[in-house]
C-alpha cells in the first residue's frame, strides 16, 4: 500500500524557512511520476505550490516561484519542500501528494495526511 | 492563471437530494477538470478526473459532466457521508488551480 507521511516543523519564524519533507512508502519515487506539494490555509481553499520528477525537473506555481525549492531524494524516497521568506500568509496545511497518472499536470488521487505550518514570532 | 469559479459557496441540502454544484473556468479548459471531496480534517479526496471520469472506489451516485469552461458535479442522492467540501481542479493549464470550493451542508 502507498503512503505518503509529511513531516516537519509546525512553527516557523516571519522571514525564515519552511522545510518539510514527504516520505514516500510502498512505492519508489523513481518510478516515473510527479510529486507534488499543495497548500491550504485555515478555512480556506488548495493551492498547488509544484510538482517534481525524480530527475530533479521542477514546476513551481508562479505566485511562489521566487521563494520555493522543491528537491527529490532518491536514496531516502522522498522529496522536500523549501519555502523562504517566510510570513503569516503562508500559515497552512501543507500536503504532499501524488498525481493520478503522473503527469506533470494531473489531479492528485494520493495524498498525505497533510501537517500544518503556522508562521508566528 | 486560469480561474476556477464554483457556485454556489455553500447549499444546505438533505439526505436524499439530488445537488448540482458548478464550477465555471475563465477559459476552455477542454474537460481537464476533476473534483474532490473534503471532510474536516482530511486531505481531499479524488472523485472525478476528465470532468466525468469515475475514480476507482467511488459511488455512482457522483457523477460530472460539461465542456468549454462550464463543468457539474452532481450528486443523484445525497447520503449522510457526503456532507463536505467539494472543490474543481483544472490541470489543463500550469499552475493548476482549485475553484474555492462548495461546502454541502444539512439543512
Known amino acids: 500500500q502507498v503512503q505518503l507521511q509529511e513531516s516537519g516543523p509546525g512553527l516557523v519564524k516571519p522571514s525564515e524557512t519552511l522545510s518539510l519533507t514527504c516520505a514516500v512508502s510502498g512505492y519508489p519515487v523513481t518510478n516515473g511520476y510527479y510529486w507534488g506539494w499543495i497548500r491550504q490555509p485555515p478555512g480556506k481553499g488548495l493551492e498547488w505550490i509544484g510538482s517534481i520528477y525524480h530527475t530533479g525537473t521542477t514546476y513551481y506555481n508562479p505566485s511562489l516561484k521566487s521563494r520555493v525549492t522543491i528537491s527529490v531524494d532518491t536514496s531516502e524516497n522522498q522529496f522536500s519542500l523549501r519555502l523562504n521568506s517566510v510570513t503569516a500568509a503562508d500559515t497552512a496545511l501543507y500536503y504532499c501528494?501524488?498525481?493520478?497518472?503522473?503527469?506533470?499536470?494531473?489531479?492528485?488521487?494520493?495524498w498525505g495526511q497533510g501537517t500544518l505550518v503556522t508562521v508566528s514570532s | 492563471d486560469i480561474q476556477m469559479t464554483q457556485s454556489p459557496s455553500s447549499l444546505s441540502a438533505s439526505v436524499g437530494d439530488r445537488v448540482s454544484i458548478t464550477c465555471r473556468a475563465s477559459q476552455g479548459i477542454y474537460s481537464s477538470l476533476a473534483w474532490y471531496q473534503q471532510k474536516s480534517g482530511k486531505a481531499p479526496k479524488l472523485l472525478l478526473y476528465?470532468?466525468?471520469g469515475l475514480e476507482s472506489g467511488v459511488p455512482s451516485r457522483f457523477s460530472g459532466s460539461g465542456s468549454g469552461t462550464d463543468y457539474t458535479l452532481t450528486i443523484s442522492s445525497l447520503q449522510p457521508e457526503d456532507f463536505a467540501t467539494y472543490y474543481c481542479q483544472q490541470y489543463y493549464g500550469s499552475p493548476q488551480t482549485f475553484g474555492q470550493g462548495t461546502k454541502v451542508e444539512f439543512k
Open positions: 501528494a501524488r498525481p493520478r497518472v503522473g503527469a506533470s499536470l494531473d489531479p492528485f488521487d494520493l
Open positions: 476528465g470532468a466525468s
